[in-house]
């Protein structure tokens, strides 16, 4: 008997890399999407088997189309980058399906089987024998990681939506500042910056939408990136004797990992090193001693907040999507440094642009943050992000090589 599925929204990204692998492997793949021949309510005549993979905010109309339709017969699953909102979804309004599970690939679906991957999911959806072969032929090399829902997005809130919002405040920072990073630092001299400017810009090739989705689509994620923007708020003003403490607490909590990440880094640097060097005029030490400062403040935020919801670095970890992983080594890494707060009138000027847009993002919802994310994407160029995609996809594929 052909092994069938069904993929409601075939034709996005996570749908159509879905149906070219199972294709592959000889799968009967039927999917239903905006302008397709099949409705989403044929599908399930189609097969038993259903995924959703569309964006959170059009489960909740995805599940109702379908829930008159369901029966016993159907395993239902989604991939959304939240949890707990569409499962709980699926199981007010499908509860009669035979089974109910989501399953989210942490990393993005063109680079399927190029760099380390892990699949997290439900121990149910690991342990039903009746998806060994689809987990098998769809998943293959992949690594797993069996966490309920609610610990998913608990520990999602963390590695992707403080990251992300991070890191789009800080290109959105530039961008109102009209200042470019890559022509006004020297990168030899701050290589780890570089590194972080490059993941920066990977972020703003990609759909707004979906980062919008993780960071506002559930409560813990709400909760932690208002944390973190408090938190660095609260940099710009510590004294001398505050920030040491602070400095301590995060070495505390990344333990050994800033020393381990330190050599990662170090090797990631020298073999990625920058191609140009930024600015060919003088840049002042005030200017020059920023990247540092910025590295630190963000690195001790992070640490400020996961300490605070006693969250172990190890098990948060586990949670990373490749570019993530790197994020946080070159986070943890300046703790191998002196500990020095430069607080310069530049330093302080892009803090106070950085806490405005931190809390218009964290306050204004997603439509100020897809705002900034755009805003960002055109200072920076969709060319110069593009080429920063490729290179950073390289240096996570050296990781896992390292590893």
């Not at 520990?155 to 403080?162: E, K, L």
């Not at 909590?253 to 020393?259: D, I, R, S, V």
């Not at 190890?314 to 993530?324: H, M, R």
Request: net charge negative.
């Amino acid at each position: 008997m052909k092994k069938s599925v069904g993929i409601i929204g075939g034709n996005g990204q996570m749908g159509r890399a879905m149906q070219a692998i199972l294709s592959a492997k000889g799968w009967d793949v039927h999917i239903a999407d905006l302008g397709t021949k099949l409705s989403n309510k044929d599908l399930l005549g189609q097969s038993d088997i259903i995924f959703f993979a569309v964006p959170v905010h059009c489960m909740e109309s995805v599940v109702k189309d379908i829930a008159a339709d369901v029966s016993d017969r159907h395993t239902l699953i989604h991939v959304c980058s939240i949890a707990e909102a569409p499962l709980e979804m699926m199981q007010h309004h499908c509860g009669a399906a035979g089974a109910l599970y989501y399953a989210h690939p942490m990393f993005d679906p063109s680079n399927w089987h190029n760099l380390p991957q892990t699949l997290v999911a439900q121990a149910e959806f690991f342990d039903d024998a009746r998806l060994n072969f689809l987990i098998e032929d769809l998943f293959e090399g992949i690594d797993f990681l069996r966490a309920d829902a609610r610990e998913h997005d608990r520990m999602g809130s963390f590695v992707q939506a403080v990251y992300q919002i991070m890191q789009v405040s800080l290109a959105a920072s530039f961008a109102k500042m009209g200042l470019n990073p890559d022509l006004i630092f020297d990168y030899r001299a701050h290589p780890k910056f570089h590194a972080l400017i490059n993941f920066t810009k990977r972020l703003l090739v990609q759909d707004p939408a979906l980062f919008a989705n993780i960071i506002y689509g559930s409560e813990q994620a709400r909760k932690n990136t208002a944390l973190f923007a408090r938190s660095f708020e609260s940099f710009a003003n510590l004294n001398a004797r505050d920030f040491f403490a602070k400095w301590r607490e995060a070495k505390e909590f990344y333990a050994k990992n800033y020393q381990q990440a330190e050599k990662k880094v170090q090797a990631i640097c020298k073999a990625f090193p920058c191609q140009k060097y930024g600015a060919d005029v003088f840049v002042t030490h005030e200017l020059g001693e920023f990247p540092s400062t910025i590295q630190t403040v963000i690195t001790l935020s992070m640490a400020s907040i996961l300490t605070q919801e006693k969250i172990p670095f190890e098990a948060l970890k586990n949670f990373c999507p490749p570019g993530s992983i790197i994020v946080h080594d070159l986070a943890s890494s300046i703790l191998n440094e002196k500990g020095v707060l430069a607080l310069s009138e530049f330093s302080l000027t892009f803090f106070e642009v950085m806490e405005e847009i931190l809390s218009e993002c964290t306050q204004g919802g997603r439509e100020k943050f897809e705002e900034h994310f755009m805003w960002a994407r055109d200072f920076f160029g969709i060319d110069a992000c593009a080429d920063a995609y490729e290179l950073t996809n390289k240096m996570v594929a050296y990781y896992k090589e390292m590893a």
